[in-house]
């Protein structure tokens, strides 16, 4: 059948180049990141002209830090890497990967890999803040908000951990005028790891409706954070 044979080479194709580009770049960031790297400890090392930490291998990960990061700041990040690690973050991505290549002319796998990754990071996210206590959930926040200033350096693979890729970002910004006391309720599922800011402060977010996160409002005008 040459319509089956033509679609073969097509799909053939697709996943070979898909493969291909992503090892090419992955091999030219780690050899960036080798070229001027610092090491510090086990596998933590720094890199000069770096502004956004790095993590790479699947098995034998390699955990990379901007030099101008101090102690203190980088303490939330490394512990947000080992937790990767412990979770084989590496290999549940480069798996998920491989299954995406296969598979690229799916649309919906491409989406699943970006919820797989995204899963990856809130998992990270939420047991790095339990094992610091929610009292430092704000400088970790701020930490992450910190790391995404500025020009990235490197264009990370698909198989590239940069902290933050995906969470740590601000997901709503607006305002709202309640007609009454009430909760306001988002279409996000409720997890650990959230910040609420309503008019500037820190509010408490909830689980409502079994699933969503909500927040408790008062009757007026807010600006609201999230």
Not at 129 to 155: T, V
């Amino acid at each position: 059948n040459i319509n089956f044979r033509f679609c073969s080479i097509i799909w053939a194709a697709g996943a070979v180049f898909i493969c291909i580009y992503t090892f090419v770049k992955q091999a030219r960031i780690r050899n960036w990141l080798n070229s001027g790297a610092k090491r510090l400890e086990r596998d933590i090392y720094q890199r000069e002209k770096l502004n956004i930490p790095v993590m790479t291998g699947i098995f034998n990960q390699k955990k990379y830090i901007p030099q101008e990061m101090k102690a203190a700041e980088a303490k939330y990040i490394i512990k947000h890497m080992d937790i990767h690690a412990g979770r084989h973050g590496g290999v549940l991505r480069a798996a998920a990967f491989v299954i995406m290549s296969i598979q690229w002319f799916n649309p919906f796998m491409w989406l699943a890999y970006y919820f797989i990754c995204r899963d990856i990071e809130t998992a990270a996210d939420e047991d790095t803040i339990s094992y610091f206590g929610l009292e430092k959930r704000a400088e970790y926040a701020q930490e992450i908000i910190n790391m995404n200033k500025g020009k990235k350096i490197i264009n990370p693979s698909l198989v590239t951990f940069q902290e933050k890729e995906i969470s740590g970002k601000e997901i709503l910004n607006g305002s709202i005028d309640m007609p009454k006391d009430g909760y306001f309720v988002t279409s996000y599922t409720f997890s650990k790891g959230y910040i609420v800011c309503v008019d500037g402060k820190e509010a408490a977010p909830v689980q409502v409706n079994k699933a969503f996160l909500g927040f408790p409002l008062q009757k007026g005008a807010h600006e609201i954070q999230i």
